[in-house]
């Protein structure tokens, strides 16, 4: 089957730098999402990786290792605003390229 | 430029009953998925329209069905609504091909509460 294993919650300071890890397991894949989401609100598109190394937008970078079946989401420069749940998904081309999506990491930040 | 938007935000329904909620997608997106999210939970793929068919499935029963009209809007109905269907419905738009696929833009969600 699928599945996809993510922390529960990560606490933070401000200011500070933090990586959310992502394992899956799905019989194809085809690339790893992140998305952000704020309490009471809808889903953002941060990133995708297709290919295995390290994508970086802004203060935001994601990874992948594709023989791993492993990624992480790295949060840098943390503001109060970055705090949200933090989604991985993988398609998944055994579902017929369904998007499986992880249960969130709550990312919390302190002053 | 619109979003993806959705309709109604919030509704109250009784066990038995039918629902229906409306999604219209971001200018310039073909596609349309429906998400279910229970709280605290990731969501859980419906379904996909895509040229007005549904495209790809999730594991749910035949109760959730949809459509998709010609203007790319889509709906997604209900019936025999149960206790364990309150959550929140999201929409989730996108160009079908290339990359674009991997780019979904989410509406803020429908949330539905069975009592």
């Known amino acids: ?111 | 430029d619109a979003g993806v938007t959705q309709s109604p935000t919030h509704l109250i329904k009784t066990r038995g009953q039918q629902v229906t909620l409306r999604c219209s997608p971001k200018s310039g997106h073909d596609t349309v998925s429906w998400y279910q999210q229970a709280l605290g939970q990731g969501p859980q793929f419906i379904f996909q329209y895509y040229e007005e068919e549904e495209r790809q499935r999730g594991n749910f029963p035949d109760r959730f069905s949809g459509h998709q009209f010609p203007n790319y809007s889509s709906e997604l109905n209900v019936n025999a609504l149960l206790l364990g269907d309150s959550a929140l419905y999201l929409c989730a738009s996108s160009f079908f091909g290339g990359s674009g696929a991997n780019v979904l833009t989410f509406g803020a969600g429908s949330r539905l509460t069975v009592l």
């Not at chain 1, 200011?15 to 953002?44: K, R």
């Not at chain 1, 290919?51 to 594709?66: A, M, V």
């Open chain 1, 1 to 111: 089957g699928q599945s996809l294993e993510q922390p529960s919650e990560v606490t933070a300071v401000e200011g500070a730098i933090v990586q959310i890890n992502c394992t899956y397991q799905t019989s194809g894949f085809y690339g790893l999402s992140w998305y952000q989401q704020h309490d009471g609100g809808a889903p953002t598109f941060l990133s995708y990786n297709a290919l295995d190394g390290l994508e970086e937008t802004g203060r935001f970078s994601s990874f992948l290792s594709r023989s791993d079946s492993y990624g992480y989401l790295l949060l840098q420069e943390l503001q109060m605003k970055d705090s949200a749940s933090y989604f991985c998904a993988v398609r998944d081309g055994g579902s017929n390229y369904q998007l499986i999506w992880g249960a969130g990491t709550k990312l919390i930040i302190k002053p």
